[in-house]
């Protein structure tokens, strides 16, 4: 049976059900799943738990707070609010403003971040875009294009405050970083690593290997440096 020829399942206000195949799956609320969801789209908003894994064949949209036991698979993901996935999130497509956290890898083609974000595994992208607005943890980041900027405007600031402990500071760490194009402001690796590198104001960085360009930022500290030819 094909995603488009299975039921439609929809919660409103407060409920609990099993998990199962479905076409779209649509819980507005506070929502409870005791297992985990095949479908063809997903779409939460509220408060809902889900204790298993989601695959939504197209589209996961999620508004609120979102918690997933396992992991989540989408051709588009995007989230608002805040989001903790305790497995890997693929998906070709994420746009993420809020907080998310994923206990895995997280594998997209194409990435945009604006908030604060934890990823326990690797962050694998084509391009990845980041607009701090709170902490940023990454164990191991790997992209062709990578942007990392601090955005001032304060939109989630509040929700920041409220989820994470103080002191926090509006800042990436990494252990490692690679790409082709790689620009960083505010960002603490052990390692980075690229074609052309161009370090910005608030880093400190260990190490960077370069092949053609590196610019560093006078407010910026890299201790090591060297060019590598691939």
Sequence with gaps: MTTMNRPDFAIAGVG??????????E?????????????YSFKMNGLAKVKGSICAVERFEA????????????????????????GNL?????????????????????CDVRGAMTVDGVLDADRLNIY???????????????SVNITRSGT????????????WQTQLRADRIEGD?????????????????????????DRVEFESELIVHPDAVVRSRERIFG
Excluded: W
């Design 16 to 25: 609990t059900t099993g998990g199962g195949d479905f076409h779209r799956v």
């Design 27 to 39: 819980l507005e609320g506070v929502s409870k799943v005791d297992g985990s969801l095949d479908c």
């Design 63 to 86: 508004s609120g707070k979102l918690t997933v036991d396992g992991s989540v698979k989408a051709a588009m993901a995007k989230i608002e609010g805040q989001a903790t996935v305790r």
């Design 90 to 110: 693929d998906c070709e497509v994420l746009k993420a403003n809020g907080f998310i956290k994923i206990v895995g890898d997280c594998r997209t083609h194409g």
């Design 132 to 146: 701090m607005e709170g902490p940023v943890r990454v164990e191991v980041i790997r992209a062709k294009q990578i």
């Design 156 to 167: 989630i600031k509040r929700l920041m405050q409220s989820i994470l402990p103080a002191p």
């Design 181 to 205: 194009d790689v620009y960083l402001v505010d960002t603490t690796a052990a390692l980075v690593r690229g074609r052309q590198v161009k370090i910005g104001a608030g880093c400190v960085i």
